[in-house]
T-cell receptor, first 113, second 114 residues
Framework: GENVEQHPSTLSVQEGDSAVIKCTYS??????FPWYKQELGKRPQLIID?????GEKKDQRIAVTLNKTAKHFSLHITETQPEDSAVYFC????????????FGGGTRVLVKP | DTEVTQTPKHLVMGMTNKKSLKCEQH?????MYWYKQKAKKPPELMFV???????INESVPSRFSPECPNSSLLNLHLHALQPEDSALYLC?????????????FGSGTRLTVV
């Protein structure tokens, strides 16, 4: 089955700096890679996603890159703000019937004012 | 409506109790999921329903029994749980079949087994 590794497990950045989280996956058939943000005590919320036919996607201060050959994808947050503090999860799936998402272990991001 | 609604939000139950968690969505999603999340861990898949049929059971103990009465509702029946089953139980939904989009998660039920 799919295995997703996520690094780092914790990340502390100064407000205004950039944050980068990296994930690797094992199943070359995986073709959809979402990122979720989970604030303390709340639900995971989809913040950005990317499909295997795209190398990069950007939405305001958030961007995701995908390297299919190396089987890794990354989340980039620029101009970080205190409200970006949360746990971030990457995930991967083949997108077939059943749609099983395999999550990475999570990255706890702390943005210091 | 773009939400997944879960009830109750909190539940405390004894090891001999029977209780049910409920999940509802009206987005026309035909895939629904139960996930279990322990503190500081990622969500772990328990069950997947696709077109109201159970398509994945991740070797979940029989004390957890899922049910999908219709395309909008998903239940999780609980019986004879153990303290280690205490966790946040998340329901999610998505489009089914090829070309999956991201899940929409509910707010979860925080379950405590005493």
């Amino acid at each position: 089955g799919e295995n997703v590794e996520q690094h780092p497990s914790t990340l502390s950045v100064q407000e205004g700096d950039s944050a980068v989280i990296k994930c690797t996956y094992s199943d070359s058939a995986s073709n959809y890679f979402p990122w979720y943000k989970q604030e303390l005590g709340k639900r995971p919320q989809l913040i950005i996603d990317i499909r295997s036919n795209v190398g990069e996607k950007k939405d305001q201060r958030i961007a995701v890159t995908l390297n299919k050959t190396a089987k890794h994808f990354s989340l980039h947050i620029t101009e970080t703000q205190p409200e970006d503090s949360a746990v971030y999860f990457c995930a991967a799936t083949r997108g077939a019937a059943g749609n099983k998402l395999t999550f990475g272990g999570g990255t706890r991001v702390l943005v210091k004012p | 409506d773009t939400e997944v609604t879960q009830t109750p939000k909190h539940l405390v139950m004894g090891m001999t109790n029977k209780k049910s968690l409920k999940c509802e969505q009206h987005m026309g999603h035909r895939a629904m999921y139960w996930y279990k999340q322990k503190a500081k861990k990622p969500p772990e898949l328990m069950f997947v329903y696709s077109y109201e049929k159970l398509s994945i059971n991740e070797s979940v103990p029989s004390r957890f029994s899922p049910e999908c009465p219709n395309s909008s509702l998903l239940n999780l029946h609980l019986h004879a749980l153990q303290p280690e089953d205490s966790a946040l139980y998340l329901c999610a939904s998505s489009q089914a079949g090829q070309g999956v989009r991201g899940y929409t998660f509910g707010s979860g039920t925080r379950l405590t087994v005493v």
